[in-house]
């Protein structure tokens, strides 16, 4: 799985904004391209991050998981950045 984290700001702005279509937006992707995106991740994964069935869309165990360590590689990565 080494492309597991590769598309971390795209899934970490789709749990901030709690839609596709507002991430999509913000991110300037077409929102079936975004979907198709994050469907692959799960594939790839083998689970998904996101709950679809509810709105606003939420995070499923795997998905709090993966942004918690979205959270953790950005807090050391601008602790490195604070270093340099």
């Known amino acids: 799985m080494p492309e597991m ?3 971390r700001e795209i899934i970490y702005t789709i749990h901030q904004e709690q839609s ?3 991430a999509a937006q913000k991110l300037f992707i ?9 469907k ?3 594939k790839q994964l083998g689970v998904p991050l996101f709950d679809r ?5 939420r995070l ?8 918690a360590a979205v ?3 950005r807090e050391t ?8």
């Open 30 to 38: 077409a929102q079936p391209s975004l979907s198709l995106l994050v």
């Open 53 to 57: 069935s509810c709105k606003p869309i």
């Open 71 to 73: 959270e953790s590689i």
């Open 5 to 7: 984290f590769n598309h």
């Open 40 to 42: 692959k991740l799960e």
């Open 20 to 22: 596709f279509s507002r």
């Open 60 to 67: 499923t165990e795997a998905g709090k998981e993966y942004i």
């Open 77 to 84: 990565e601008a602790n490195f950045r604070n270093y340099l």
